[in-house]
């Protein structure tokens, strides 16, 4: 809730006016990611200062300041863990012609899932 009148931008947002911020909509500004579309994890890597400090704001995850969410380090640790031990035996190719379409939620998923052939990697 505002706890004041104020400007935000071009609007004026009264006291007591319920204001609701879009992690979906944030992870997708392109005046803060070049390409916001695109699935690209080397965005992150090697950032200049100025990048950082906008990505910090714009790429909340697990929430920020009072409100992050107290399993943030085990699901970042589990996550690398998971995702590494799976893509060093697995390969994954995708089954659907197209990307599917984002459900925002809590957690944003894919409308259908994404559904993708699992298959071992050869030599493992």
Not at 68 to 88: D, K, V, W
Request: charged share 20%; aromatic share 8%; glycine share 8%.
């Amino acid at each position: 809730m505002a706890a004041t009148d104020l400007r935000l931008g071009a609007y004026r947002v009264r006291k007591g006016t319920l204001v609701v911020w879009s992690p979906h909509l944030a992870g997708r500004d392109p005046d803060s990611w070049r390409d916001p579309l695109r699935f690209d994890p080397d965005r992150f890597a090697e950032m200049t200062p100025e990048q950082k400090a906008l990505t910090d704001q714009a790429w909340v995850p697990f929430g920020r300041g009072p409100h992050m969410c107290i399993g943030f380090a085990l699901a970042q640790m589990e996550l690398t863990l998971i995702i590494s031990r799976l893509a060093q035996r697995l390969d994954l190719t995708p089954t659907a012609g197209e990307t599917p379409h984002p459900v925002g939620m809590v957690v944003n998923r894919p409308t259908g899932g994404a559904p993708f052939l699992v298959s071992a990697r050869s030599g493992t």
